[in-house]
């Protein structure tokens, strides 16, 4: 329980993680201590490489798909977190390999320029669908903003004014504030 409320405790405010994502992880770790401290209190000293990769592959067998690399993300956070304590070697955390998902098991990782450019396109059939879904695309392509992020806009975040645009506190727990390139509030007045 000691190290627990602690790594959660660094999630929150050295991090800034969402409360999500310390749902998500600390299951993991529980094991992970289990795992490292037997019948007695975990000697974080003597963790090594393949201890550490042998669990993550135990807990990675019984998962599917991206849930595969959920324990090694886990693991790996909390090994920073014991070496910002200073209870376990630095480093320890880069030293775990990556987890390997099914082929083609995701979206591609970017489209190229020509790709972005015809799906950027003024739509061949205007409508308020192909208009939102234009600027919906250029505030994803144009600021790399998340789906989440474009999803909870309102108006009022809009300043035409100022050419800005302002993102709520969502994952990263900060407000911020974003510049409006012409592109992108042309393409949003022009569906509004």
Do not use: M
């Amino acid at each position: 329980a000691f190290w627990i409320a602690g790594y959660t405790d660094y999630l929150r405010d050295v991090v800034g993680a969402a409360d999500t994502t310390q749902l998500r992880y600390v299951p993991t770790i529980r094991r992970f201590i289990a795992t490292c401290s037997g019948s007695g209190a975990a000697d974080w000293t003597c963790l090594s490489v393949p201890r550490v990769t042998e669990f993550i592959r135990e807990e990675a067998v019984h998962r599917s798909g991206h849930g595969r690399t959920a324990p090694a993300s886990a693991t790996r956070s909390f090994l920073r977190f014991l070496a910002w304590r200073g209870v376990a070697p630095t480093g320890l955390d880069r030293a775990i390999p990556r987890i390997r998902c099914a082929r083609h098991a995701s979206l591609p990782t970017h489209l190229s320029s020509d790709q972005l450019a015809r799906l950027l396109q003024r739509p061949a059939a205007p409508g308020p669908a192909a208009y939102r879904d234009r600027a919906i695309l250029l505030l994803l392509a144009g600021l790399g903003l998340r789906a989440g992020e474009v999803a909870t806009l309102e108006l009022d975040d809009l300043d035409w004014h100022a050419g800005q645009l302002r993102l709520r506190a969502g994952k990263c727990r900060r407000e911020r504030v974003l510049p409006l390139p012409q592109e992108v509030g042309a393409a949003l007045a022009e569906y509004l």
